[in-house]
């Protein structure tokens, strides 16, 4: 069964600074996409960024960038620029490539609080 | 705005009642799932639905069940409901054959059992 950590269950930072939130996870699977997913105070889910795990290089998107470490099963958020928006939990998560068929369910991680100081 | 409808956004109801929660996914996507936001389990997957069949299921009581209708919204129904059914229930959905696997979630429902 696949597993996803978080070992951080709260972090801060200033605005404008930048940011590392730590997932790692545990599959014996070799194809498998992991997500990021924020959570605001509104309570909907909002898909952050993706990351395929055969691709070696490291997504990014705008100001959110991972750190995708496959031999050592981690996968880190930073956030750079942060900003009061960013203000929300944020989980982890996991789920196998099932092709076309589109079955897949998200394993997630405990979450992340995460609190931008003005 | 995800695409992905659910109703009610809160229910408040008493322990051993059923209720039912409905969930309309974006349109073209073919594939519906549950999910369980608890304080002490976090966000767990509940049930899957692919073009009106159970593809998988998870950690869902057998009080709950769930099915997906020929119009693919989905309802998910709780039954013999305790205090600890208290969460919110996302529904998220997916396009068949998106090479992501990328699900988008609705708002959620809210329960609250009293």
């Known amino acids: 069964a696949q597993t996803v950590t978080q070992s951080q269950p709260e972090m801060s930072v200033q605005e404008a600074e930048t940011v590392t939130l730590s997932c790692t996870y545990d599959t014996s699977e070799n194809n498998y996409y992991l997500f990021w997913y924020k959570q605001p105070p509104s309570r909907q889910m909002i898909l952050v960024i993706r990351q395929e795990a055969y691709k070696q290089q490291n997504a990014t998107e705008n100001r959110f960038s991972v750190n995708f470490q496959k031999a050592a099963k981690s996968f880190s958020l930073k956030i750079s620029d942060s900003q009061l928006g960013d203000t929300a939990m944020y989980f982890c998560?996991?789920?196998?490539?099932?092709?076309?068929?589109?079955?897949?369910?998200?394993?997630f991680g405990q979450g992340t609080i995460l609190t931008v100081h003005p | 705005d995800s695409g992905v409808t659910q109703t009610p956004k809160h229910l408040i109801t008493a322990t051993g009642q059923r209720v039912t929660l409905r969930c309309s996914p974006r349109s073209g996507d073919l594939s519906v799932y549950w999910y369980q936001q608890s304080l002490d389990q976090g966000l767990q997957f509940l049930i899957q639905?692919?073009?009106?069949?159970?593809?998988a299921k998870g950690n869902i009581l057998e009080r709950f069940s769930a099915q997906q209708f020929p119009d693919l919204h989905s309802e998910l129904n709780l039954s013999s409901l305790e205090l600890g059914d208290s969460a919110l229930y996302f529904c998220?959905?997916?396009?068949?054959?998106?090479?992501?696997?990328?699900?988008?979630f609705g708002p959620g429902t809210r329960l609250t059992v009293l």
């Open positions: 998220a959905s997916s396009e068949a054959g998106s090479s992501y696997n990328e699900q988008f």
């Open positions: 639905y692919y073009n009106g069949e159970e593809r």
């Open positions: 998560a996991f789920t196998q490539n099932a092709g076309g068929t589109s079955y897949g369910k998200l394993t």
